[in-house]
Structure formats: structure tokens, C-alpha cells
């Protein structure tokens, strides 16, 4: 997980939220604002942590005026932390679980009283083994079987035991687990004051996410002992992410109204492999289990709301919002022996390599629009 770097507010809106909050926001809203550079001021700050399991935490921070108009914040951020997981054989590491560093850089300009720009650029490295999982046998004995039909299940009784013997994992991994993941991203924020009760705002963001991570997966559960199955899985992932949000507001002391646009743009490209799962050998057709994919997510929305006070301490509240949602995802289920073995969605085998459970690729390609006023 990504640092925040020093957020100066968190706010939480319960459900319904308000109509300029956009998509996605049926259940509620969590909004974290980061701390922007100060004017006029040279000023720093530092501090670290340790705990159990290794722990260390820190952050340094340092501003910088330029000028009296201008001014320049950096921070950085170093989390570690080892697992909370014995392993069952030395054979991998499982330290450290995470190992990641974070760096922000911001820049606030305010040629005028009226005008308010802030820049911020981010980067982070995240590191780490994700590591196995403790099984369910281990906490819990049996029964885990289904219970027949109509009948009622029993439930599992927990085992006794310290911390150690709990969280042991109780099979080995397949394969050295890493987790070698970038997150970087550029964000402009623009206030204008037009007039004493009129200001317009931009907010506009650019992201990137690039997920590559290798681990041993559970893919089953065999009831009759509790144990999981497993296989060796990578996955790759490349994520981008465009949003844009333009805002005009007006405030007097008894109406308080907004309205604006907003544009949300993004794309993922997705290979998730699971190596061995379907029972078949290296060089075998079926023994490289994957679902490639490439997503969009396009949203264009507009909104308006207003809030009037009727008398001191009762407020009415309204709004609308429009919104335009395009998803689409094209991926396929795939059978191979390589890698590099292209796509095959016609019927047929990969020559020399058999494959009862499927003898070809399955395209996966579903597209969903609609329109929506709230």
C-alpha cells in the first residue's frame, strides 16, 4: 500500500453523499486531503519508528519558500514491515512482507490573491514477499466437509495454541514469492476567485500503476483435511488512470451553490497465469492456466447543487447529476503449454499436447453503456 505523506484532513460522508461527489459514492465517501506547501516559510520535520516483526516507519518533510509567491514541498515516506507468518521450510523468504518507499513533490504558486496553483507529483516502489497463507486446518479442526442436503453443517472447532503454532503455514510454497510494484502520478489543482462570491476550481490527474508480483496461489480447498491446494501464479498488470473536474461554485450567506463537469478515463492491461492447475505437465497444452485482459472505464458526468438556509439551523439541500458511463473488456481464458503460444479460439489441440478439459482458448469480449440521472 501506497504512503499517504502527511494528510492534513480526512473526512468521512455517510450515505446518500451529495451529487458533485460522482460515481461510485452509493455507500458513502471517504475524502483525504494532503498537506500543501506554505508560504513564506522554511520549515522541516522528521520522525521514525520500530516495532515487532521489524517494523520501521519514516518520514521527513521539507519546505522551502520561493519568493513570496511561491513555494516547494517535499516529503518522503520508508515503510517495512516482516511477515506475520512462520513459514513451513526455509526453502523461500517471506521477509520482508513489505519493503516500500514513497516521494512527493509539491509546488504551490499564488501570483495574486485571487489565483491559487498547486502541483504535485508522486512516486512510489513497493516491495516485499506476499507470502503464503495459513491454512484452515490450522486454526480450526474439523468437520470441513458439506453437510448433505437439507442438512445443517457442524461448526469447525477452533485449535489451541500460542501465536506461533497458529500462524505457521502449513504447506510449502511453489516458488519464491516477490512483489515488485511502481505507482506514479501528476495532479494539478487551479482555484480563481472571479468574484467575492463566485470562484471557479479545476482539479485534473494523471496515474500510472504497474503491478508485477509472483506467489503461490490457493486455488481449492480439499474438505475432507482442510488443506489448500496450490499452484505457482504470476501476475502482471499495467494500470492508467485520467481524471478531470472543472467546478464553479457560489457562496453567499444564505445560498451556496455549484456546478460542473467531470471527465474519468481508465484502462488496465492484465496477465494473471496459473501454472499447473488443470493436472497437466511442462510442455503439455493446459498446464499454463491464464486470463489475459485489457479493460476501459470511460464516466462523463455533469452536476449541480444548492444548498438554501430557510432560518438558522434548517437548511434545504438539492441537486442533479448526469452521468454517462462506457465499460468494456476484452480478454480471453486460455489453455497453453508457452508462453508464447498465440491464441487458438478454434477447436483443435496444440500439436503433440493433449488437453481433455478444453481444446481451445475462450474469448471473453462484453461491452456495457448507459446513461443515468440521479
Same mark, same amino acid.
Given at each position: 500500500?501506497?504512503?499517504?505523506?502527511?494528510?492534513?484532513?480526512?473526512?468521512?460522508?455517510?450515505?446518500?453523499?451529495?451529487?458533485?461527489? %460522482?460515481?461510485?459514492?452509493?455507500?458513502?465517501?471517504?475524502?483525504?486531503?494532503?498537506?500543501?506547501?506554505?508560504?513564506?516559510?522554511?520549515s522541516g520535520s522528521a520522525d521514525i519508528g520500530y516495532g515487532n516483526y521489524d517494523a520501521v516507519q519514516g518520514t521527513g518533510v521539507?519546505?522551502?519558500?520561493?519568493?513570496?509567491?511561491?513555494?516547494?514541498?517535499?516529503?518522503?515516506?520508508?515503510?517495512?514491515?516482516?511477515?506475520?507468518?512462520?513459514?513451513?521450510?526455509?526453502?523461500?523468504?517471506?521477509?520482508?512482507?513489505?519493503?516500500?518507499?514513497?516521494?512527493?513533490?509539491?509546488?504551490?504558486?499564488?501570483?495574486?490573491?485571487?489565483?491559487?496553483?498547486?502541483?504535485?507529483?508522486?512516486?512510489?516502489?513497493?516491495?516485499?514477499?506476499?507470502?503464503?497463507?495459513?491454512?484452515?486446518?490450522t486454526l480450526y479442526q474439523g468437520p470441513f466437509a458439506n453437510p448433505a442436503d437439507g442438512e445443517l453443517g457442524q461448526n469447525p472447532v477452533p485449535r489451541s495454541g500460542g501465536r506461533e503454532a497458529l500462524s505457521t503455514v502449513g504447506y510449502s510454497e511453489r516458488r519464491q514469492s516477490n512483489r515488485d510494484n511502481r505507482s506514479w502520478g501528476i495532479q494539478g489543482d487551479v482555484t480563481y476567485e472571479l468574484s467575492e462570491t463566485l470562484t471557479a476550481s479545476y482539479v485534473g490527474s494523471y496515474r500510472k500503476f504497474k503491478r508485477d508480483e509472483e506467489f503461490t496461489g490457493v486455488t481449492g480447498l480439499v474438505r475432507a483435511t482442510g488443506l489448500y491446494a496450490t499452484t505457482p501464479q504470476t501476475f502482471d498488470g499495467d494500470y492508467a488512470q485520467n481524471s478531470q473536474e472543472l467546478r464553479l461554485a457560489y457562496d453567499s450567506n444564505a445560498l451556496k451553490l455549484q456546478a460542473g463537469g467531470f471527465f474519468f478515463r481508465e484502462m488496465s492491461e492484465v496477465d494473471f497465469f496459473l501454472y499447473?492447475?488443470? %493436472?497437466?505437465?511442462?510442455?503439455?497444452?493446459?498446464?499454463?492456466?491464464?486470463?489475459?485482459?485489457?479493460?476501459?472505464?470511460k464516466s462523463l458526468a455533469f452536476f449541480g447543487q444548492g444548498t438554501l438556509t430557510l432560518v438558522d439551523g434548517l437548511r434545504a439541500t438539492g441537486g442533479v447529476r448526469w452521468t454517462k458511463d462506457d465499460k468494456s473488456r476484452v480478454g480471453a481464458t486460455m489453455f497453453h503449454a508457452n508462453l508464447s503460444d498465440p491464441l487458438a479460439f478454434t477447436t483443435g489441440t496444440q500439436p503433440g499436447t493433449t488437453n481433455p478439459r478444453s481444446s481451445r482458448d475462450s474469448l471473453n469480449d462484453a461491452s456495457v453503456a448507459y446513461r443515468k440521472v440521479t
Amino acid at each position: 500500500m501506497r504512503s499517504f505523506l502527511l494528510a492534513t484532513s480526512c473526512m468521512i460522508f455517510a450515505a446518500p453523499v451529495a451529487a458533485q461527489n %460522482g460515481r461510485n459514492t452509493t455507500a458513502g465517501l471517504i475524502s483525504l486531503v494532503s498537506a500543501r506547501p506554505r508560504l513564506g516559510e522554511f520549515s522541516g520535520s522528521a520522525d521514525i519508528g520500530y516495532g515487532n516483526y521489524d517494523a520501521v516507519q519514516g518520514t521527513g518533510v521539507l519546505n522551502v519558500p520561493l519568493g513570496t509567491s511561491a513555494a516547494l514541498r517535499a516529503a518522503v515516506n520508508y515503510d517495512r514491515r516482516d511477515s506475520y507468518l512462520t513459514p513451513a521450510n526455509d526453502t523461500y523468504d517471506v521477509d520482508p512482507f513489505k519493503d516500500n518507499l514513497s516521494g512527493r513533490l509539491s509546488l504551490l504558486v499564488k501570483p495574486t490573491d485571487r489565483l491559487t496553483v498547486v502541483l504535485r507529483g508522486d512516486y512510489s516502489v513497493i516491495k516485499g514477499h506476499p507470502g503464503p497463507q495459513v491454512q484452515l486446518s490450522t486454526l480450526y479442526q474439523g468437520p470441513f466437509a458439506n453437510p448433505a442436503d437439507g442438512e445443517l453443517g457442524q461448526n469447525p472447532v477452533p485449535r489451541s495454541g500460542g501465536r506461533e503454532a497458529l500462524s505457521t503455514v502449513g504447506y510449502s510454497e511453489r516458488r519464491q514469492s516477490n512483489r515488485d510494484n511502481r505507482s506514479w502520478g501528476i495532479q494539478g489543482d487551479v482555484t480563481y476567485e472571479l468574484s467575492e462570491t463566485l470562484t471557479a476550481s479545476y482539479v485534473g490527474s494523471y496515474r500510472k500503476f504497474k503491478r508485477d508480483e509472483e506467489f503461490t496461489g490457493v486455488t481449492g480447498l480439499v474438505r475432507a483435511t482442510g488443506l489448500y491446494a496450490t499452484t505457482p501464479q504470476t501476475f502482471d498488470g499495467d494500470y492508467a488512470q485520467n481524471s478531470q473536474e472543472l467546478r464553479l461554485a457560489y457562496d453567499s450567506n444564505a445560498l451556496k451553490l455549484q456546478a460542473g463537469g467531470f471527465f474519468f478515463r481508465e484502462m488496465s492491461e492484465v496477465d494473471f497465469f496459473l501454472y499447473g492447475s488443470q %493436472g497437466f505437465q511442462p510442455g503439455q497444452r493446459g498446464y499454463i492456466f491464464g486470463f489475459p485482459q485489457d479493460t476501459v472505464s470511460k464516466s462523463l458526468a455533469f452536476f449541480g447543487q444548492g444548498t438554501l438556509t430557510l432560518v438558522d439551523g434548517l437548511r434545504a439541500t438539492g441537486g442533479v447529476r448526469w452521468t454517462k458511463d462506457d465499460k468494456s473488456r476484452v480478454g480471453a481464458t486460455m489453455f497453453h503449454a508457452n508462453l508464447s503460444d498465440p491464441l487458438a479460439f478454434t477447436t483443435g489441440t496444440q500439436p503433440g499436447t493433449t488437453n481433455p478439459r478444453s481444446s481451445r482458448d475462450s474469448l471473453n469480449d462484453a461491452s456495457v453503456a448507459y446513461r443515468k440521472v440521479t
